[in-house]
């Protein structure tokens, strides 16, 4: 019922339900039991943007899942380990530590026995086919975040999982975002939203649906709808205070506001962009800081202060560089060379 909740969006009714449950769990001996229990509390932590508590969650799991070895069928505990291991590495990457992220995922691969690997309908095959699209994405490399997004719809329609599909099918139009291909996007992304709502699963992340669609609007030149669309994004995510998926939504928003250079935004984009700061220090979602920086400079230019646009640039560029998103650290040179030889 909690993990219902979740993927509804009524994160007050899954955090009642945990909590009840956790006073079960606390009477009972199976480990299994308290294992799983500790999973549904941080995804909970996770959806609601505190990835800090949600890393300390999984690391008790870790623990928890290597104390208990002895008392688990292998199966199951290669199965409970890799979830927490994949877990891990997906707030890691959301926190900029991209390469440590790389690593678990790995290790979570080689946890998968021989005899499982048939079972492609498995949830920790999904799980692991999205934190690895997750990686490729944050990452910034086009040829492998298309990659990795085309082999998870590839095994969500295998599977025939209704929430595999929705969520592979957001991941695709991401993919497609980080090579800027628009109309692709948006088909995605529309059918992903869709499917969301059509079957109340995956709706804790309909702010960041929104704030994707929204951006890939925005590059097909469907400026007042994908302003709408922002501002949904928005307001869901303030709603139900799904704080880094505000974050997303706060970011694309701010780029469209600038897009449409109007003087009388400009209060508004400075008002978005120091929120977007505000909840990077809040949720611990160090990977979306350059994005927050590049729309910093964005906005320095379309006020016409060339300086600042250039070093915020510049500072961007580092701070890619230091999470290791080459790919869009590759690409930000090349834009930042033409500003450094024509300032």
């Not at 990795?148 to 991941?171: K, N, P």
């Not at 030149?221 to 709603?239: C, D, F, N, Q, S």
């Not at 640039?313 to 230091?322: K, P, T, V």
């Amino acid at each position: 019922m909690a993990a219902r909740l979740g993927w509804s969006g009524d994160f007050a009714g899954q955090r009642r339900h945990l909590n009840e449950a956790t006073i079960i769990a606390e009477k009972v001996p199976d480990p299994e039991i308290k294992l799983g229990l500790l999973q549904r509390r941080y995804v909970a932590e996770f959806h609601q943007g505190d990835l800090r508590s949600a890393s300390k969650l999984i690391e008790k799991g870790i623990v928890g899942c290597k104390t208990s070895e002895s008392a688990l069928p292998q199966p199951v505990f290669n199965r409970l380990l890799r979830s927490f291991l994949l877990a891990k590495a997906n707030v890691l990457s959301m926190m900029g530590k991209l390469k440590q992220a790389g690593a678990l995922i790995d290790q979570a691969a080689d946890l998968m026995l021989s005899a499982e690997k048939s079972k492609q309908d498995s949830r920790t095959t999904h799980t692991e086919a999205l934190v690895r699209s997750n990686l490729s994405i944050y990452t910034g490399d086009i040829e492998a975040c298309m990659r990795d997004a085309r082999v998870f719809v590839e095994l969500a329609e295998r599977s025939g999982s209704t929430w595999a599909i929705t969520v592979a099918a957001s991941t695709l139009g991401r993919a497609h975002l980080v090579g800027r291909r628009w109309s692709q996007s948006r088909a995605s992304l529309d059918y992903a939203l869709a499917q969301a709502r059509q079957h109340k699963l995956g709706l804790e992340a309909e702010a960041s649906y929104l704030a994707l669609l929204a951006e890939a609007l925005a590059g097909a030149g469907e400026l007042e709808k994908a302003l709408a669309t922002a501002e949904e994004a928005v307001t869901v995510a303030y709603r139900k205070k799904t704080l880094f998926w505000e974050l997303q939504a706060q970011i694309s928003l701010a780029g469209i506001l600038i897009h449409r250079k109007q003087i009388k935004d400009h209060p508004r984009i400075a008002k978005t962009l120091e929120r977007a700061v505000e909840l990077v220090a809040r949720t611990g979602g160090e990977v979306m800081r350059p994005f927050v920086i590049k729309r910093q400079a964005e906005f320095a230019k379309l006020k016409g202060d060339g300086a600042r646009h250039q070093r915020m640039l510049q500072e961007a560029h580092r701070r890619f560089i230091s999470i290791g998103a080459t790919g869009y650290a590759e690409r930000l040179a090349i834009k930042l060379r033409d500003v450094e030889s024509s300032s």
